[in-house]
């Protein structure tokens, strides 16, 4: 299959962000907090870093006893998580990343394409390591082509993974930041199982007839997607688990978080919320695609959290809907579901309805009788994916005068919108430019088919300097039969704002002449201090005037 295209989640990833998406609770608040003070105190001596490249501390030997070792202490903590995991784990909807993810701490920015229902968890101590079994069902947006043959569709599947891992501490005591690494042992095992149908279509006449011989001999192209499918996620997820986790905990504002991978001392994964609005802790802070016809699931939240705050922003799309959902009623729903019965979306209360990008809204939630979720679907009609952010944090005294709306078992009631500033306009350096991806509408502005035998468009993109009177800047390559192209492409040097605006032209490359898809102006006024993502709506010229796309880019102004 394209490597360029996404993978099916987590599982098909092949880059190691299988958990990257979301927050995992792994352990309650109350006791996590026990086990990071205890192992802070513990970090004073032996080999506590488990990045590579830091220091040993040393310590003297007291009067009361030998100092502990690093094994002491991994055994004490596997002792303490292993009863209390499973109680956090079972229940939890893990994101799972499509292709556009990063490394490292940027990683938590990446949108979830899908979610793991993690349904069975079983953890014990073993051989002085904690041992952990996870399973359950999942799904996921898989868009891959291989040999002529597309799928593109939500995916459903079973997953299980076993794991046993010894546990590292540090501390960096610049920035207040405690870190927890879980090590995996060799020998980490992972399965991925499609349970529902896999169909692959023809992208040309010669697929077509070769998929009619796969017919004849019984060997049909949604099989065989089926079975590339359940080979690759096994091996990715195997791959990724391996890599380990760690776990975060900032003393100052105490916020934990997780994630996977090995992230070195003193750094936490960055997220696309900032902090609470009073600068305390997030409950949640995740960013999601979900294309038409699927939903995400953003949660649980308990309770016992009392009034909480959910800030949520619509990045791309044409509209999404939020809605509260008791936890138990949503189980029933995908029980339900995954047994074939045909149904509407989850019943619970309507807190958001957003039909406009860039415009994040506060919605206070009154506290719930029930252990709820955050149900997101995009609006009915959308023909594109609609991409989100959502936070949200304990509601505090201080928050009581603040424009929010109240949103609880009464039903529906409308949000209150505020407004995010980001620090942005004319800066006196150059910015780097980037076309990372292009997401086209699956009709054109006409209501018809971009390609003149109903197939998907060739896309390119051009990039012109309005202020250079439409100097061309970069061209793309094209990418045959794909509304969701990848290119990654860097304009080439830095551009100054005396450059700006500068407009993205996209087009559909045909045989006779190219379509203009849509257009996006750049003004020199969106250029932000830092680096940042940005996506642009296209709009198609002329008197049919429409949103025709997305185009992601990448802003990296220059010191």
Same mark, same amino acid.
């Given at each position: ?28 608040? /109350? ?7 205890? %192992? ?22 007291? %009067? ?84 002529? #043959? ?9 997953? *299980? ?44 006449? #010669?697929?077509?007839? @070769? ?46 978080? #997780?994630?996977? =991978? ?23 802070? *995740? ?26 922003? @619509? ?36 807190? %958001? *309805? ?39 944090? /304990?509601? &505090? ?24 500033? &980001? /620090?942005? =306009? ?12 292009? +997401?086209?509408?699956? *009709? ?28 061309? @800047? ?22 100054? /704002? ?5 407009? #993205? ?26 680096? +940042? ?8 010229? =002329?008197?049919?005037? =429409? ?13």
């Amino acid at each position: 299959m394209k490597r360029g295209a996404p993978r099916v989640g987590a599982p098909m990833d092949g880059t190691g962000r299988a958990f990257a998406a979301s927050r995992v609770g792994l352990c309650s608040r /109350p006791m996590a907090h026990r086990i990071l003070g205890l %192992a802070i105190l513990l970090t004073g001596c032996g080999q506590v870093a488990y990045d590579q490249g830091q220091q040993q501390a040393e310590c003297n030997e007291t %009067a009361g006893g030998e100092e502990g070792t690093p094994d002491e202490l991994s055994e004490l903590m596997a002792e303490l998580m292993a009863p209390r995991i499973c109680e956090q784990v079972t229940g939890s909807f893990i994101g799972l990343p499509g292709e556009e993810s990063h490394e490292g701490p940027e990683a938590g920015r990446d949108a979830a394409v899908g979610r793991w229902w993690i349904r069975r968890c079983e953890a014990r101590v073993e051989d002085d390591r904690l041992r952990v079994s996870i399973g359950g069902p999942g799904w996921t947006w898989l868009d891959r082509e291989s040999t002529g #043959f597309r799928v593109r569709q939500y995916l459903r599947f079973d997953g *299980e993974a076993t794991f046993s891992a010894s546990f590292h501490v540090g501390y960096d005591a610049r920035t207040r930041i405690a870190s927890i690494w879980l090590h995996p042992s060799p020998g980490v095992t992972a399965h991925v199982e499609p349970t529902g149908l896999v169909q692959a279509e023809a992208t040309g006449v #010669f697929s077509s007839l @070769l998929g009619g011989i796969l017919d004849m001999t019984g060997s049909s192209a949604n099989d065989r997607a089926q079975l590339q499918a359940a080979e690759e996620g096994s091996q990715r997820l195997q791959e990724r688990l391996a890599a380990g986790f760690t776990v975060t905990y900032q003393l100052d504002t105490a916020q934990m978080d #997780f994630m996977l =991978g090995e992230l070195p001392r003193g750094q936490t994964p960055l997220r696309p919320w900032e902090m609470g609005p009073d600068g305390g802790a997030w409950l949640v802070n *995740e960013r999601s695609a979900v294309w038409p016809g699927g939903m995400d699931v953003v949660g649980p939240i308990a309770s016992e959290q009392g009034e909480v705050s959910l800030d949520v922003e @619509l990045e791309e799309g044409d509209g999404a809907e939020v809605r509260r959902v008791c936890e138990d009623t949503l189980h029933r729903w995908l029980d339900a579901a995954w047994n074939g019965q045909r149904q509407g979306p989850p019943q619970g209360d309507r807190i %958001a *309805e957003l039909r406009s990008t860039g415009s994040p809204r506060s919605v206070r939630l009154d506290t719930a009788d029930c252990r709820s979720v955050l149900v997101v679907t995009p609006l009915s009609g959308s023909s594109l994916p609609a991409q989100l952010r959502y936070r949200v944090t /304990p509601v &505090v005294e201080a928050e009581a005068g603040a424009a929010t709306a109240q949103a609880g078992g009464q039903g529906p009631r409308p949000g209150a919108t505020s407004s995010t500033v &980001v /620090p942005s =306009g004319p800066r006196g350096g150059a910015v780097r430019v980037e076309v990372r991806s292009v +997401t086209v509408a699956a *009709e054109n502005a006409s209501g018809g088919s971009w390609d003149v035998i109903g197939g998907d468009p060739d896309p390119y993109v051009v990039v012109v300097s309005i202020a250079r009177d439409g100097r061309e @800047l970069a061209r793309s390559p094209v990418v045959d039969d794909n509304r969701e192209a990848r290119f990654g492409l860097w304009l080439p040097g830095a551009l100054r /704002p005396d450059d700006f605006p500068i407009r #993205f032209v996209v087009y559909d490359e045909d045989t006779v002449n190219d379509e203009v898809i849509g257009t996006a102006d750049l003004e020199a006024s969106q250029i932000p201090e830092r680096a +940042t993502d940005m996506t642009l709506d296209l709009r198609a010229p =002329g008197a049919r005037s =429409g949103q025709t796309g997305v185009i992601r880019i990448r802003l990296q102004p220059e010191r």
